[in-house]
């Protein structure tokens, strides 16, 4: 979810843009993660290379590049990149975007569109069929990202006419990357090695949230005109959000139900993960 330093950055009370503006990949080789489909020879590359878009939906929890790789794809296809929040969005939008994608391909550059909807199983069936005459007839290439399993979410026409690739969470070498990054960009400060190993692990594979908690850590030493951060400066600021857990939210629930989906699966080894995951996170042990 990164891109490579190429331009200079100012120091963290310098910065005129977020912190995931700067670092977001232009190329497709600057993406940190996801090489399991992006990779030489893997699905979503050889889509890029091409030259042909298809409608897709790309299925993955929080930070892991879901927007990151729709916009590439415009990108790579020379497309008018329209985006849709189905959390905020309606039919309205829908067909704003019809429209828009009408004028660009009637227009004299004649020029593709994609459209891409975040939280796409946040819409209702109604407001997902009214994607299918137009992904049908080619008018725009269809990009859905969501973070539940569209074979439940998505209505069956709609996934009957869009590839689904799965999106993991960002491994612990991919946020160290984005980290070394951040810190080449002279965005933060250094760190302390057991300080960045703590930081990736209050992450949890979600870059988002690893950019998001850079820059308050910048901003936090650069008023304290820190040279370093340490690993307990990182508990200081950080405190009890060090630990990714809702009590009675839907982290827990998906937490429980990871517990039980093991113990029925058999696997003792992620019963134990999921079960001291929860007591750490403050569940009471009965």
């Given at each position: 979810m990164t891109r490579k330093p190429t331009d200079p950055v100012a120091s963290p009370l310098g910065l005129h843009q977020p912190l995931a503006e700067v670092?977001?990949?232009?190329?497709?080789?600057?993406v940190v993660g996801q090489q399991h489909v992006l990779g030489p020879g893997m699905p979503l590359r050889l889509a890029f290379e091409s030259g042909r878009p298809h409608s897709c939906i790309l299925w993955g929890p929080p930070?892991?590049?879901?927007?990151?790789?729709?916009?590439l794809m415009a990108d790579a296809f020379d497309a008018q990149f329209i985006s849709i929040s189905a959390v905020l969005g309606g039919v309205k939008d829908i067909r704003d975007a019809v429209e828009r994608a009408q004028a660009a391909r009637d227009g004299l550059m004649q020029q593709r569109t994609l459209v891409f909807v975040d939280e796409v199983h946040?819409?209702?069936?109604s407001q997902q069929d009214a994607f299918l005459p137009h992904v049908e007839s080619g008018l725009f290439t269809f990009i859905g990202a969501t973070t539940e399993n569209p074979s439940f979410e998505v209505n069956s026409a709609l996934l009957s006419r869009a590839a689904v690739y799965v999106l993991q969470p960002l491994s612990a070498d991919d946020l160290k990357q984005i980290v070394a990054l951040a810190q080449s960009h002279q965005a933060v400060p250094a760190m302390e090695s057991i300080a960045i190993d703590r930081l990736v692990a209050y992450a949890d594979g979600d870059a988002r949230k690893l950019l998001n908690t850079l820059e308050t850590l910048a901003m936090a030493a650069t008023q304290e005109k820190l040279e370093e951060i340490t690993d307990a400066w990182l508990l200081k600021v950080l405190g009890e959000r060090m630990r990714?857990?809702?009590?009675g939210g839907e982290q827990f629930y998906d937490t429980i139900s990871a517990l039980h989906k093991s113990v029925r699966?058999?696997?003792p080894d992620a019963a134990l993960y999921w079960l001291v995951r929860m007591l750490d996170g403050g569940a009471d042990p009965r």
């Open positions: 670092l977001r990949p232009r190329t497709l080789a600057e930070g892991v590049g879901k927007t990151t790789i729709a916009r946040r819409f209702n069936k990714r857990y809702d009590k699966g058999s696997d």
